[in-house]
């Protein structure tokens, strides 16, 4: 997708429609993309939030946060490599810190590649802090996994979610909205 082309990008809830433009994303971002099963599970499970972006109507990047106790765990964000570089990850991630606040969690955690340097930074940004290691944990390249926290949502870090802006470029849609405090 050439950026001569984008027009409005929307941030909205993701439905089962997404499926198939969601695998597509996958396909372009990781080696080894999730089964239509466990993608179809990632939007219909519950206590979930799954958000995508769209560009003139098509799907270019997504995300989803599980919800346990008073923890969310961010199960994937992925953005197309012809969208990447836009802010749109920032979006996707904000999006997710600002759903887990709204569903009362304390903390948000995930895992990432451990040689996955733009991620890290992106995360860092947010205030993600390595806790731990879990080694081999991407069973397509052996790669170990970095294991991030957020910090504590309710002290402090809740405040500084809510007075973060999302890209200029990118829309809201009215769901999305109600997520901002």
Do not use: K
């Not at 989803?64 to 836009?86: K, Y």
């Amino acid at each position: 997708m050439a950026e001569s082309t984008v027009g409005v990008l929307m941030l909205r809830l993701a439905t089962a429609h997404d499926v198939h433009a969601i695998m597509a994303v996958d396909r372009a971002v990781y080696p080894t993309p999730w089964s239509e099963g466990m993608t179809r599970d990632q939007l219909s499970g519950p206590a979930r939030a799954h958000v995508v972006i769209e560009a003139d109507g098509v799907v270019v990047a997504h995300a989803g946060v599980l919800f346990m106790a008073d923890e969310g765990h961010i199960s994937t964000i992925a953005v197309h490599p012809d969208m990447q570089r836009r802010g749109l990850a920032s979006a996707l991630l904000l999006a997710l810190l600002r759903a887990a606040t709204a569903a009362g969690c304390r903390a948000v955690t995930l895992e990432v590649r451990s040689g996955n340097d733009a991620a890290m930074a992106l995360y860092r940004r947010f205030g993600l802090a390595p806790a731990g290691v879990r080694r081999g944990y991407y069973a397509d390249t052996g790669e170990d996994a970095l294991v991030l926290w957020s910090p504590d949502l309710v002290e402090g870090y809740a405040e500084r979610v809510a007075e973060m802006n999302y890209p200029e470029q990118v829309a809201l849609s009215q769901e999305i909205e109600r997520l901002n405090p």
